[in-house]
């Protein structure tokens, strides 16, 4: 009991606390196979190398982290046994736990951190703004490594513990050694299960089998089978059938379906939510007018979207923030104009922009539903605002490639695309895309706006709660008035599973460890 | 014949590079960049520039198609771009899936659909007669997915007597194996199933009014030796024809019936490459198809001469 309690305590991160929450109050039985069916197809195995959701949840099985973020978002060491920082806030020196090993059997060294970390911030670009203010790490023993700074970053915990993508999971050095500009070769990590190379059928399965030697915890389950089942349908059907356990996104209409079925249950692993985006092309008119970009702000109405995108209103919220409303940095700074759908002042404001009526490119992605329909609902109001809409219709592969275009909209490129991202990378101005300024180096759409870029500086170098706070303010008022991009509300996806599966944690990720059968 | 048959084998090779480069020119105006799915969210030009260089789609289209053709010639499909797994590998582990599917789904078409075509063409006008052409018909119009979806409800939710989805090995057991297959193999034959049927019943038509069939009638011999013996034998040809067309099809059908019954066959391999731009994969897998096409064409041909011999080639 004893060194139950203290493996809780330490562990901490991630899911201490969620486990509290977990859905199920089922003795956990240790043993059998998991068949899950994962929300698509995995196909690319390095989390460093793409920002895939898929990639991040199969490494959350496969490797660890050295931080945590729980349930309260509150960071938690995981690989890490203690840590230490420098009364100036420049040293940070990191010892690892006892007995960590990777699949291979041999022992996790300061050495393997070092160079995943340097991997990893040559990619993310929570990384990247660390590696922008000269860190220096270095492997002091064994056990012990150190970052350096070379000049004041606030949240390095924070980037530690990032919980999404690009997450920064540990590697063998010799592993973290490979170029981050290409995959990885070999699969080894240090978490709670091993992926069996053999049997992964990309389009078809993953096989994952427990890591005996994983620290902190106690992996309940022998293997885990993640299943691809393209049909939602299919899915459905399996679950009732008992040809699965766990369904990880059912579409939102299928969820009454599932309720009315005694054996399954429904769970909200990541109340949190994620947030619609409107993205305008600053680089081409009339959206690098912008008084253009702000007829788009004005015109908006979450409900209505949120209604035609997602349908049921208990999954669904509006949202006036440009950060996750459950983060602890929502506010309504600036959000006047978000707040309240006002289309006298959209056609105001279409009209002293000077637009002078060319068609307007809003990319139409059809195969994936909230996004057919966000497109759908765009075009009703741009049109009701005065713009003339041209809706391209186009799967997701094509607007993938077409979003890259910087060339004007009758030469392939775009005006309006819609997109998504889940709270955890929009939660602080540090992960958050929308609202970099940093014009060909921002994301797609590419607003240049010096005065966002200077703010996210002045907060990752924030060292207090109460001034980030503030110049996460700073970072609303100014990206809302700049129209960087506009939020159509957020939503929550639940999650469906037969009720002998205990243990699902809330999290971004469906975490497996604490998984058991009854 | 042996001849013939070398001969024919050796002038698909033709065939299949203009195929090669056909699906190669395909792929190369469809719009979609894997760099860019590669890429991912947070990645720059120079990012995407970077990955297009090191996969080698900011070469020539020609540089690209003699790199591709050399390896095929070494008989390396490639690697994906996504998984960095060998396209031999992929297909391997998917061939087997809709090999056994189709091989299935044929044995049943063609079991039901020639013996109802046959007994409606002898009993023309006939209740029975009327019955095959509804059943045909039905056939024709029902969607393989909606009947897919209704066989799952039927027999895999509501009795309980076969799985919903999923593919098992023969050497998981012989019942596993059968019954994984039993519902995905009638949902796509059903349609074959039609057409063979009314395929055989017309042509049945045409030879029993022939005179020799009248003649083995008058010599009394029994309706079902005239029947399998010297009408089906007559009417035969455009069956083949149908079956051997029907195999082409139901490769290309298999798609649809793959994604309901979640089987990981080359369908669902082809579609997920080309949602994916997966080009070596979709080279890949359309190359080998072809071949197998190629091949079932050569088989139709040589089963002519079998069942005809004033068929020479």
């Not at chain 2, 030796?225 to 024809?241: C, D, E, G, M, Y």
Request: glycine fraction near 8%.
């Amino acid at each position: 009991m004893t060194q139950l309690d203290r493996r809780q305590f330490l562990a901490g991160a991630t899911a201490t606390a969620a486990a509290l929450a977990a859905p199920s109050v089922h003795a956990q039985k240790a043993g059998g196979t998991l068949r899950f069916v994962a929300q698509a197809d995995l196909k690319i195995l390095d989390p460093v190398w793409t920002t895939a959701y898929i990639t991040r949840n199969h490494s959350y099985l496969v490797y660890d982290t050295l931080f945590g973020t729980d349930e309260k978002l509150q960071v938690r060491p995981q690989m890490v046994d203690r840590h230490s920082v420098s009364r100036d806030g420049m040293k940070y020196s990191f010892t690892l736990r006892d007995g960590l090993k990777w699949h291979d059997g041999q022992p996790v060294v300061a050495e393997d951190c070092v160079e995943s970390l340097k991997r990893w911030m040559k990619k993310d670009r929570f990384g990247r703004l660390l590696a922008a203010h000269g860190p220096r790490l270095a492997a002091a023993d064994r056990k012990t490594f150190t970052l350096e700074l070379g000049e004041k970053f606030g949240p390095v915990l924070e980037a530690l513990g990032k919980p999404s993508s690009n997450v920064p999971f540990m590697m063998p050095a010799r592993i973290a050694a490979t170029s981050a500009d290409e995959q990885i070769k070999e699969i080894v990590g240090s978490g709670p299960f091993r992926f069996v190379k053999d049997e992964w059928q990309p389009g078809n399965q993953v096989v994952y089998v427990k890591h005996a030697d994983y620290v902190p915890r106690r992996v309940h389950l022998d293997k885990v089978v993640w299943r691809y089942m393209p049909d939602a349908a299919t899915a459905a059907a399996a679950l009732a059938a008992g040809e699965i356990d766990w369904w990880e996104i059912p579409p939102i209409d299928f969820i009454a379906k599932v309720e009315q079925n005694s054996a399954l249950s429904t769970f909200l692993p990541d109340a949190l939510g994620t947030q619609g985006w409107l993205r305008p092309n600053h680089l081409h008119p009339p959206f690098n007018n912008k008084k253009a970009r702000q007829a788009l702000l004005h015109m908006m109405s979450q409900e209505t979207y949120l209604q035609a995108a997602i349908g049921v209103s208990k999954y669904f919220r509006t949202c006036a923030s440009v950060f996750a409303c459950a983060g602890p940095y929502a506010s309504k700074a600036g959000a006047e104009g978000l707040d309240r759908q006002n289309m006298e002042r959209a056609r105001q404001l279409v009209k002293e922009s000077g637009y002078d009526g060319r068609p307007v490119t809003v990319v139409h992605i059809t195969d994936i539903g909230f996004l057919n329909a966000a497109a759908l609902v765009t075009r009703e109001l741009m049109t009701a605002a005065g713009f003339n809409v041209d809706l391209k219709a186009m799967d997701w592969s094509t607007g993938l490639a077409v979003r890259a275009k910087k060339d004007p909209p009758d030469k392939g490129g775009w005006n309006v695309l819609h997109t998504w991202w889940m709270a955890a990378d929009v939660m602080h101005p540090a992960v958050h895309f929308g609202v970099s300024g940093a014009g060909p180096g921002a994301w797609f759409g590419w607003p240049e706006i010096p005065q966002l870029e200077k703010l996210i500086t002045d907060f990752v170098r924030a060292t207090d709660q109460p001034r980030r706070k503030q110049l996460a303010e700073e970072v609303q008022k100014v990206a809302l008035d700049e129209v960087a991009y506009v939020p159509w509300g957020e939503w929550m996806q639940p999650t469906a599973f037969r009720k002998n599966v205990n243990g699902i944690l809330k999290f971004i990720a469906p975490l497996f460890w604490n998984v058991s059968i009854a | 014949m042996l001849a013939e048959i070398l001969r024919r084998l050796v002038a698909t090779i033709p065939v299949m590079v203009v195929v090669a480069l056909a699906v190669f020119a395909l792929l190369h105006v469809t719009p979609g960049d894997p760099a860019v799915i590669i890429a991912g969210d947070y990645a720059t030009g120079d990012d995407i520039a970077r990955i297009r260089t090191r996969l080698g789609l900011d070469q020539p289209f020609h540089v690209q198609v003699g790199i591709w053709l050399g390896r095929i010639v070494r008989g390396d499909l490639g690697t994906s771009i996504f998984s960095g797994l060998p396209v031999a590998t992929l297909i391997g582990q998917r061939a087997a899936t809709t090999i056994w599917l189709t091989l299935f789904a044929m044995l049943i078409s063609v079991g039901i659909g020639v013996p109802a075509g046959v007994v409606a063409a002898w009993r023309r006008g006939s209740w029975i007669d009327r019955a095959v052409m509804v059943f045909a018909v039905s056939g024709f119009s029902m969607p393989t997915f909606w009947l897919g979806f209704i066989l799952v409800y039927v027999f895999a939710i509501t009795a309980g007597w076969l799985p919903v989805q999923g593919y098992l090995p023969m050497a998981s057991g012989l019942w596993p194996f059968f019954s994984h297959l039993i519902l995905p193999a009638l949902t796509l034959s059903l349609v074959y199933m039609a057409l063979i049927a009314r395929m055989t019943r017309a042509s049945m038509l045409g030879v029993l009014e022939e005179d020799y069939i009248r003649t083995a009638f008058a010599k009394g011999l029994a309706p079902r030796w005239v029947l399998i013996r010297h009408a089906l034998k007559n009417a035969s040809l455009p069956v083949v024809t149908i079956i051997g067309i029907g195999f082409a099809l139901l490769i290309g059908g298999a798609v649809v019936t793959e994604s309901v019954f979640a089987l990981p066959g080359l369908g669902r391999l082809t579609v997920d490459a080309i949602v994916r731009r997966d080009y070596p994969v979709i080279q890949g897998v359309l190359l080998v198809v072809s071949g197998v096409y190629v091949l079932i064409n050569l088989v139709v041909d040589v089963l002519y001469v079998v069942l005809d011999p004033r068929i020479r080639y």
